[in-house]
């Protein structure tokens, strides 16, 4: 499994920027990762992972495939979209079917680029989206809670605790708080994630600087971090224009390009490690001379589940997961070093995947 991540922000902001260096980057890649463009605002991108490469040439592997992430490139917001403004319905629509909000953020100045609401003040920008996304919440709850109340006080147990669940969202909607602040309890997050909420979404701050600001950021995406830590969520520094010219550069001359500007890497693969941070996601491997292939998963998913990625049948027939660790299988030079060096274990149906985990599953037909 990958996600989906919905890029948002005001208009003028170097979102557009930002999907279209992500898309270029995946038709970049395309000659050697599997890259498909759904819609014209929707693309996916292969992750970094220097572990694969790794992995593959211990194997000989003659096919390398990592695990991707899916871009949807949400048309700017505006003040008042949650009442339709600047056609908001659609676009907010397109938001509650992403499972994360990668919140591009302006910060840089720029007089040719005209800011929507006449003054660069990213702290400002974010509560303008993020209002926009509660009210929008605000009104979805408050129009299901009552006739959903009529059937908790009728002895309907389903209907009372979905009741007791979308009061407790209401609470800090009505405080003007995200929905993601509501105090809900493991078992219910299904639940909660079914309700839809906009304001329920992780948020990965983006921060767009200029070019000399890439590195380090500057006064504007420190106020930005700051905000994310305040609340939880995580920011990255990122020059969208950088980005864009990285993009259309071949391969072999990007390393040179990103030592001129002072970057070790692209800003995107920081975009993409930060998502899988957000959203609480590992990544397992197999190995073999066919292919070396990234899978994704959530972080304490157990073997089952695991193999479940690759094909239910696994899943359904599971009975042993071969396991050896990255670090074990490089140190041993592969499979045979990693048994010989009393490294390999066999794992049940309890075993919780850990991250760069090598595996191999045993199933029933």
Not at 8 to 13: D, H
Not at 74 to 90: D, P
Not at 246 to 253: K, R, T
Not at 316 to 337: C, L, M, P, Q, S
Request: hydrophobic residues 40%; glycine residues 8%; charged residues 25%.
């Amino acid at each position: 499994m990958g996600f989906k991540c919905g890029i948002v922000g005001l208009p003028n902001v170097g979102k557009s920027t930002l999907f279209n260096a992500l898309t270029q980057t995946a038709a970049a890649q395309a000659a050697n990762y599997p890259f498909c463009t759904i819609e014209p605002n929707v693309g996916d991108v292969a992750v970094p992972d220097v572990r694969l490469e790794a992995l593959a040439k211990i194997a000989g592997s003659k096919e390398i495939i990592p695990t991707r992430l899916t871009f949807v490139d949400i048309a700017g917001l505006v003040r008042g979209a949650s009442k339709g403004e600047g056609l908001g319905n659609q676009f907010l629509a397109n938001i509650r079917e992403c499972d994360a909000i990668a919140h591009v953020v302006r910060c840089f100045e720029d007089s040719d680029i005209t800011h929507v609401e006449g003054k660069i003040d990213p702290i400002s920008d974010i509560e303008t989206i993020e209002t926009e996304l509660m009210l929008a919440d605000l009104e979805s709850l408050e129009k299901r809670i009552v006739p959903l109340e009529k059937k908790a006080k009728g002895g309907d147990k389903e209907a009372k605790e979905l009741f007791d669940l979308m009061a407790r969202c209401l609470i800090p909607l009505r405080e003007g708080k995200p929905a993601r602040t509501a105090k809900i309890d493991p078992e219910e997050r299904k639940a909660f994630a079914g309700l839809g909420l906009l304001s329920s979404k992780p948020v990965l701050y983006v921060c767009n600087v200029e070019e000399s600001a890439a590195d380090q950021g500057n006064d504007f995406s420190n106020k930005v971090k700051a905000h994310a830590a305040s609340e939880g969520a995580v920011a990255v520094v990122v020059s969208a224009k950088i980005e864009s010219e990285i993009a259309v550069l071949p391969l072999e001359d990007q390393k040179d390009y990103l030592d001129a500007v002072g970057l070790a890497e692209p800003g995107l693969n920081r975009v993409i490690r930060a998502g899988y941070v957000l959203l609480h996601l590992v990544t397992y491997f197999t190995v073999g001379p066919k292919e070396a292939r990234a899978w994704t998963i959530e972080k304490g998913t157990r073997g089952p589940a695991a193999a479940g990625v690759i094909h239910t049948d696994f899943e359904k027939g599971f009975i042993r997961a071969e396991t050896i660790a990255y670090d074990d299988y490089v140190a041993n030079k592969g499979e045979t070093g990693a048994r010989e060096a009393g490294k390999f274990r066999l794992e049940g149906k309890e075993y919780v995947v850990q991250d760069g985990d090598v595996l191999h599953f045993r199933f029933a037909n």
